[in-house]
């Protein structure tokens, strides 16, 4: 378990509280499962813990900058994990699957993404 956030809570919050299982019965989540949100938070938590986090104090002390050319330049520890989010296809989750996303319930990506 993370520090960043407590699974066993937000697994009470999600199923029992919000029953986020009811929205797996609607059509446009049909293809999810509780086991399928559970790995795509098990991503999130990985990403916020291993690469986010470290890299928030980096950017927080070296604020991006213009360059001499006009370029906005950032922390490279906060490029690194605003890539690695990217990577792994959480910015576009919400969309539907024929947008090239992974037509997830907004309620899970904001679980996930707060």
């Known amino acids: 378990?993370?520090?960043?956030?407590n699974r066993t809570d937000l697994g009470f919050l999600l199923r029992d509280w919000l029953q986020v299982d009811d929205l797996?019965?609607?059509e446009e989540f049909v293809m999810h499962s509780y086991e399928a949100i559970d790995a795509v938070l098990d991503v999130v938590e990985r990403i916020g813990r291993d690469i986010l986090a470290p890299a928030?104090?980096?950017?927080d002390?070296?604020?991006?900058?213009?360059?001499?050319?006009?370029?906005?330049?950032?922390?490279?520890?906060m490029r690194a994990a605003v890539l690695?989010?990217?990577?792994?296809?959480l910015f576009g989750a919400i969309f539907e699957e024929r947008?090239?996303?992974l037509q997830l319930p907004f309620l899970v990506y904001a679980a996930?993404?707060?």
């Open 1 to 5: 378990m993370s520090d960043i956030i």
């Open 24 to 26: 797996f019965a609607r």
């Open 56 to 59: 928030l104090r980096s950017a």
């Open 61 to 77: 002390q070296n604020e991006p900058w213009i360059d001499a050319e006009g370029g906005v330049r950032v922390d490279p520890a």
């Open 84 to 89: 690695a989010i990217a990577e792994s296809g």
């Open 99 to 101: 947008d090239g996303g």
């Open 112 to 114: 996930g993404m707060s």
